[in-house]
Nanobody, 121 residues
Framework: QVQLVESGGGLVQAGGSLRLSCAASGYTFSSYTMAWFRQAPGKEREFVAVISRYRSSTSSDSVKGRFTISRDNAKNTVYLQMNSLKPEDTAVYYC???????????????WGQGTQVTVSS
């Protein structure tokens, strides 16, 4: 059974930082591209960042320079370091796995349950 379990969300003030974690099991983690998406109430799910099995990475324009995605294959875990948080970053954050590099949520095979991030102004 594939499981992706996010953690690390919470309530922070604008300008603060959080680090999200996603612990994976049930598949060959090191062979998969991992990504973060987010969804705010009433809005579509949005791409945030992606990292390949080779640790190439990219992020959306809205978070570039503030968020960093990384992975630790020994721990089967992907991270999202979130700095300089803004109220617009408030959303449920999901991690996801796919066999190849993609920014499209429809391509992803496995999903976590999500973790809430709330940024106050």
């Amino acid at each position: 059974q594939v499981q992706l379990v996010e953690s690390g969300g919470g309530l922070v003030q604008a300008g603060g930082s959080l680090r999200l974690s996603c612990a994976a099991s049930g598949y060959t983690f090191s062979s998969y591209t991992m990504a973060w998406f987010r969804q705010a109430p009433g809005k579509e799910r949005e791409f945030v960042a992606v990292i390949s099995r080779y640790r190439s990475s990219t992020s959306s324009d809205s978070v570039k320079g503030r968020f960093t995605i990384s992975r630790d294959n020994a721990k089967n875990t992907v991270y999202l370091q979130m700095n300089s948080l803004k109220p617009e970053d408030t959303a449920v954050y999901y991690c996801a796995a796919h066999v190849s590099y993609s920014r499209n949520d429809a391509d992803y095979d496995y999903w976590g349950q999500g973790t809430q991030v709330t940024v106050s102004s």
